[in-house]
């Protein structure tokens, strides 16, 4: 059957909302009926994405066809340190919601107060997100434009903000500049935005009126070669000035712009929207569809089939310890080593940055000293980014591979696609516990549906624990450096497990990228051996960021500034140097040993918890027959839930 519009949607998430309401998941109905609601809204949001300082908000103001910053304030410093949404009224209005979920209603003049760092720094206030509305010329109704953080600023709640903004996106605006090339901070929040199911990005290339044409030509060349080689295609690249734009300077190549997405937006809106309720719901389902599954499944068999099969598991159970201390055991040394190596050589890249700095001194003649204070901070930056960057790529490549070598190794639960479970262990051991059938060919058809909504809504769960430490943390001022307690998230661990602390500027790289950001949160099916672990699911990235370690700019800027002779800025930088480093050795390295045992303690969990969970399932079967009736019932809902999976799989695809 064809949709013809939301009603049929609406209608169709109405019925699985009877069956939750029947099996008393009253949570997922409430789920479904959220997402009934933002669909009934018939809202598409489009985000504006991009590292810090691209231009971003000044991109907004044009977008919204202003000619000043007042609803997105544009400042030297990295401005935007809250969301904020914007929407067409016939009337000026700007709502504040804080985290305590209170809101308080302020004039235009005021969002300077909220939204930046300067006037809000590190996000005091407590800020959720502002919903600015007023008659913004260029914003079609129904469409959400919204200013996000930029990623890899100086301060790191930014891109714990944005991450777990990402999934609620529809479609992203994708802004770099014409003299910088993608940089790995750029080529992370492309991947998060693709693990987010959201598959149109508008790229841009902004700034064009400060390079050649010839420089521009190279940079999109580049772009999409680095953007290709990391999964990610693109037709074109709009090459614009927004600052031009902003003043009202033709040429700028907004407006093409804006035809562009408005052309997109009527012929894929209500497409885009669709199969992203789908997902959403497909995603909330899921768990009950197999653990539904399981329970019609485990009706049909005997008692003694039953009892055969929880005396296998527990059997299983004991063989599976040796393989499983062999594999910790291995993979327990590689991180120690790899985090001791990386230790050793922390004093080689000190002696690297002190040896940039006297070099850049000793070149420096006494007229430039004062001009040498104010971009001090920035080439110790570039040079703490010199020096560390080969010890973390090398850690990188080293833990990734020993946390694939354990997956591979590590004994897990699985399901196959004729729905037997099994025990697999190193060589491929499998002992079969039981068959779940039926519904399962159909549920692998519904991955293509709620598959991207899952790791979405992953993302936001991981991000947002993220954020809540952060946010709570306290920062610190220590002469030019600061103490910022956070989160290393994506670990699919306790939100608690894994905190470090981090010292001055984020240098923009990080360790293994954030693939684990999508996967280490996932909700596990009830019962949980029906879901893949979720080191299975990774591509490879043991995925977290080891952002943090830098030169906090802008203090140590300001203490800079009002120092002109050579020795004091050689005293001062070395003195901040110093500084960083002991942050890594003292802190960051305590940490990483730490985070190996916790990646152990997540596969022992995990594996255990499937276990049982599967042995109190077989049990619970074994002891609570159902009565005919309530059998029936079982019968009647998963045939209902085939029917309408199966029907969101075509018009998903269609």
């Not at 709502?95 to 300077?112: A, G, M, Q």
């Not at 936001?460 to 600061?482: E, I, Q, R």
Request: proline share 4%.
């Amino acid at each position: 059957m064809p949709i013809q519009n939301f009603d049929d949607l609406t209608h169709w998430a109405d019925q699985l909302s009877v069956i939750m309401r029947e099996r008393k998941r009253d949570d997922i109905t409430a789920q479904i009926d959220e997402a009934k609601t933002a669909l009934q809204a018939n809202v598409f949001t489009l985000a504006v994405l991009g590292k810090a300082k691209r231009g971003k908000s000044t991109l907004i103001n044009a977008l919204l066809g202003r000619n000043d910053d007042e609803v997105a304030p544009i400042d030297k410093l990295p401005a935007s340190s809250a969301i904020t949404r914007f929407r067409f009224a016939q009337s000026e209005r700007t709502t504040v919601l804080f985290k305590d979920n209170h809101t308080e209603t302020i004039p235009y003049s005021r969002i300077r107060e909220f939204v930046t760092e300067e006037s809000n720094p590190e996000n005091k206030k407590d800020v959720a997100m502002l919903e600015v509305s007023g008659p913004f010329a260029n914003l079609p109704p129904q469409v959400e434009l919204v200013d996000t953080p930029g990623a890899g600023s100086i301060h790191e709640h930014h891109d714990a903000l944005l991450h777990a903004f990402i999934p609620q996106a529809d479609a992203v605006i994708f802004i770099v500049t014409a003299r910088m090339p993608l940089d790995q901070d750029e080529l992370d929040l492309l991947k998060a935005v693709k693990a987010a199911d959201i598959n149109k990005i508008f790229f841009v290339i902004n700034k064009i009126d400060e390079a050649e044409e010839t420089d521009i030509a190279d940079a999109v060349a580049h772009n999409q070669k680095l953007l290709a080689a990391n999964g990610i295609t693109t037709e074109s690249f709009h090459r614009i000035s927004a600052k031009q734009a902003f003043q009202g300077k033709p040429n700028s190549g907004v407006p093409e712009l804006i035809d562009t997405l408005g052309q997109f937006l009527q012929n894929n809106k209500g497409k885009i929207l669709r199969q992203r309720f789908l997902s959403k719901v497909n995603s909330f389902i899921e768990t009950e569809v197999r653990s539904l599954e399981v329970a019609v499944s485990s009706a049909s068999k005997t008692g003694e089939e039953l009892d055969a099969e929880i005396a296998l598991l527990r059997q299983r159970k004991r063989e599976v310890e040796t393989q499983r201390s062999s594999s910790e055991h291995h993979f327990k040394s590689k991180w120690t080593t790899e985090v001791n190596d990386f230790q050793s050589k922390l004093s080689i890249a000190q002696r690297n940055v002190e040896g940039d700095l006297v070099e850049k001194l000793n070149s420096t003649s006494s007229f430039g000293v004062g001009k040498l204070a104010k971009i001090l901070p920035t080439l110790l930056n570039e040079s703490f980014e010199k020096s560390l960057h080969p010890l973390t790529d090398k850690f990188e490549a080293e833990t990734r591979d020993a946390c694939t070598k354990l997956n591979e190794a590590y004994p897990a639960l699985s399901l196959d696609e004729t729905g037997k479970v099994s025990i697999t262990a190193k060589g491929n051991m499998t002992t079969a516990i039981g068959t779940v059938g039926g519904l399962t060919a159909t549920a692998v058809g519904g991955g293509l549906v709620y598959a991207g909504s899952a790791t979405a809504a992953a993302i936001a769960a991981t991000n947002t624990a993220a954020l809540t430490a952060t946010s709570a943390a306290a920062a610190t001022a220590v002469g030019g450096a600061a103490t910022t307690a956070s989160i290393i998230g994506g670990l699919g661990v306790a939100a608690d497990a894994v905190s470090t602390f981090l010292i001055g500027m984020p240098l923009g790289f990080s360790l293994a990228g954030g693939a684990a950001s999508a996967a280490g949160g996932v909700t596990v099916a009830a019962p949980t051996m029906l879901a893949t672990p979720f080191w299975c699911a990774l591509a490879g990235p043991v995925g977290w960021t080891i952002a943090g370690v830098g030169v906090l700019a802008v203090p140590f800027a300001w203490r800079l500034s009002k120092m002109k002779q050579k020795d004091k800025l050689e005293s001062a930088a070395k003195e901040q140097i110093e500084k960083v480093f002991k942050g890594i050795k003292e802190d960051r390295i305590p940490a990483l040993h730490k985070m190996g045992e916790t990646i152990l303690n997540d596969f022992r969990h995990r594996l255990d918890q499937q276990i049982t969970e599967l042995e109190n399932s077989l049990t619970d079967a074994r002891n609570n027959r159902p009565s005919e009736e309530v059998l029936t019932t079982w019968k009647r809902q998963k045939e209902t839930f085939e029917r309408l999976i199966k029907q969101s799989v075509e018009w998903f695809t269609t």
